[in-house]
């Protein structure tokens, strides 16, 4: 039973389109996250959730909206995909703090846009 | 210069070599966190350190507070240990305290075993 799901794995799509991908957590954690992985491997935070609520927000462009229903779920949208929109985004979750408690990484959604 | 830097880069060992990453920081943390990303692409987290050392099989890793420094061991290194390593930092900040995952990661490091 995987702790940190996303869907889908691979999305190819063309410029200009409006796509979603999707989180899920059943590790009863209260903060998840979002990070991208661009070209060069290099990871960046987008966005933070904790109790459905934003909590970090890195200089991510306004065409990416995470949306968190519930807080087993942070689902991401993005509209008007561009190029550089291409790479890898992984979900995240872990508890809001205290020591012991470490991040659980899904595996990966591969964006390509052409 | 990034906060958080990682060398080497690139590390090529033979089997049964011991390895050492090594990880500094120039932000304020609650935590440092060691990953290990395989060429399938998942990540997998090996440790959370907010201070000493700890270890885990064949995996150590040990944290110094006051140099900003971390660094992670591999002893009797195995093929299977090939993959990248990413050292990435918890960051206190004003707005994020101290949430566990507003990570800030350093670059990886290519480790491959040879057999």
């Known amino acids: 039973d995987t702790a940190v799901s996303q869907t889908p794995k691979y999305l190819v799509t063309q410029m200009g389109n409006d796509k979603s991908i999707k989180c899920e957590q059943n590790?009863?954690?209260?903060?998840m996250y979002w990070y991208k992985q661009d070209s060069k491997k290099f990871l960046k935070i987008m966005f933070s959730?904790?109790?459905?609520?934003?909590?970090i927000n890195e200089t991510v462009p306004n065409r990416f909206s995470p949306k968190s229903p519930d807080k087993a779920h942070l689902n991401l949208h993005i509209n008007s995909l561009e190029l550089g929109d291409s790479a890898v985004y992984f979900c995240?979750?872990?508890?809001?703090?205290?020591?012991?408690?470490?991040?659980?990484f899904g595996e990966g959604s591969w964006l390509t846009v052409v | 210069k990034n906060e958080v830097e990682q060398s080497p880069q690139n590390l090529t060992a033979q089997e049964g070599e011991f390895i050492t990453i090594n990880c500094s920081y120039s932000?304020?943390?609650?935590?440092l966190h060691w990953l290990q990303q395989h060429p399938g692409g998942g990540i997998v987290s090996l440790f959370m350190?907010?201070?000493g050392k700890k270890k885990h099989g064949r995996l150590i890793a040990t944290i110094n507070i006051q140099e900003k420094h971390s660094s992670l061991h591999i002893t009797a290194s195995h093929p299977r240990d090939s993959a990248v390593y990413i050292c990435a930092a918890a960051a206190l900040t004003m707005n994020y305290g101290g949430s566990q995952g507003n990570l800030i990661f350093g670059k990886g490091t290519k480790l491959s075993v040879k057999p």
């Open positions: 959730y904790n109790n459905k609520e934003l909590i």
């Open positions: 995240a979750s872990s508890s809001w703090t205290g020591v012991g408690n470490t991040i659980y």
């Open positions: 932000v304020g943390i609650s935590a």
């Open positions: 590790l009863g954690h209260d903060t």
């Open positions: 350190l907010s201070s």
